[in-house]
């Protein structure tokens, strides 16, 4: 008997508008537990702390404006929230109701290439970082500190991140956008659009979106926070950056660089590295960095002198990167960064080319005490090396030759190198900017070509969604959709998601159907198609779902899938 499904999408697009909202200016810290209204615009006159043992509650629809406060007679205080360590940001938007951190100036209308009108947003834990003993092996014990790069002039220790706790919980935050943000605050100074100090795995985090920042997109120093769904687009320097021993996990990330408007060189208003990686303030300290990324998609710029490499690793930097698209790269793929990190470069024996060799299994060095909990500090690698670039498409990568010395491309890495486009769509810009760019100007993500199908499935251990893609979006579902400024300012191709949820319930003849990141389905089974009952309900994960992955699925019985 054939079975069909109906995928039926019922609910109401509701967006929240500012036009009547009153404005808040916000002039000092947070020290009790707060709400902030989406009837409301939120105002940061300065750098605003939410201090230990307060948590800040953001309603869905809700914006918040940042000042610059440039000055010529003292140091610069721009608008920027801080959320202490100990403290925690509850901040979920929706898909059609996202949060928004912007500019005073925007008009959350009309795109503009321009970055650093406001501060950013700055999460602090509570989560190891990497021990900064130099002239020695260094061990963590939960004691080493650090103070946050922008908020140097904090007193009281609201600035510091770093602890004992990589199960750190920060909050939630989910479906925000961040835009124009980094603003300068001296020459080497630059505030990054997202920065997470120390986070813990305890912070739920999704759906962040960074745009035109003049800093990096998110740079992530120590701790353990995971992260899924992210778009970080035309950025002034370096898009992904992490740092004093990050061991977390992301997945589905896109990647698209270019430049903002801030300055005319690389790493100052113009994109540098993509994926820029370090693994310790001292290289042979640990934690080492040791990062779990897949489904990243990962677009560069094609022209040689105005697109920076794609990958530098750093500093004992360990990272398994796989089930990815890397496309457009105006330089090389692989950089081995040497020294540049600061932090002592490679250690003898451990240089990249032998940790691309090396099976994860293989621990670092350690002493007696810490010996014992190794494996409970390095626990994403589960096979593999320690380095790694796998089962991903490579096209158009313009310095490919250089990227093959670090031997990431036998066989056995089910990797695909200059296929078709493996993705759908992208239009660029006529060359423009300081370096002669061509920005990305439309782009439809989805998978297509050799990224269809991976060798491998992603692990299904809890956090990564078991998807059999490569890249960030499955073949037929863009999730930049509804909540982000390339959705609202028509970058981005939507076409083929699913018809408004308002629409006439569509019929097709499968029992499959690609769900949406966290939306809640109601299936129901019919033995006419005329009554229905439900008999499950399902919450999304972004994968392909399956009405026979059902415990209660009857062979002889029509399935439908109503969204709650």
Known sequence: MNKKLVLALMGMTAAAGIASAADITVTNSITTSTNWTSDNVYILANIIYVEPGATLTIQAGTTVRGLDNASTEGPDNPGTLAICRGAKIMANGTKNNPIIFTSIDDDNVTAVVESGRWGNLTILGSGLISATLDGGPGYPNGTDTAQMEGLTAVVGGLGSYGGANDDDDSGSLSYVSLRYGGFALSAAVELNGLSLGGVGRG???HHIEIFNNADDG???????VNMKYVSIWNIGDDNFDLDQGWRGKAQFGLLVQGYCGAGGTQGSG??????????????????????SLYNFTVIGQPDNGAGDQATEWRDNMRAQIRNSIFMDIGDKLVVDGVAGGGGGGWPVGDELTNLFKRAYSVMPASNGTWIAS???????????????????????????GSAAACGLFDASANNVTNSALPIVAIQRSATEGPLGMNLVTNLNPCAAGAAVTAA???PNDGFFTPVTYRGAFSPNYNWLEGWTAAYAYGQTDTSMNAND????????????WQSEFGVQYTVEESSDMVSWSPVASVTGDGSIMAATDLAAFNSAKFYRVVLQ
């Open 270 to 291: 113009v994109g540098d590295n993509m994926l820029e990686m370090d693994g310790a303030e001292s290289s042979t300290a640990q934690p080492y960095g040791a990062a």
């Open 203 to 205: 912070t739920d985090m």
């Open 218 to 224: 998110v740079e992530i120093w120590g701790g353990t």
């Open 501 to 512: 949820p308002s629409s006439t319930i569509q019929m097709t003849a499968s029992a499959f």
């Open 374 to 400: 190794q494996q409970a500090v390095y626990p994403n690698f589960t096979d593999g090396t320690w380095c790694e670039m796998s089962d991903s498409v490579f096209y158009n990568i313009r310095g490919w």
């Open 456 to 458: 491998k499935a992603v």
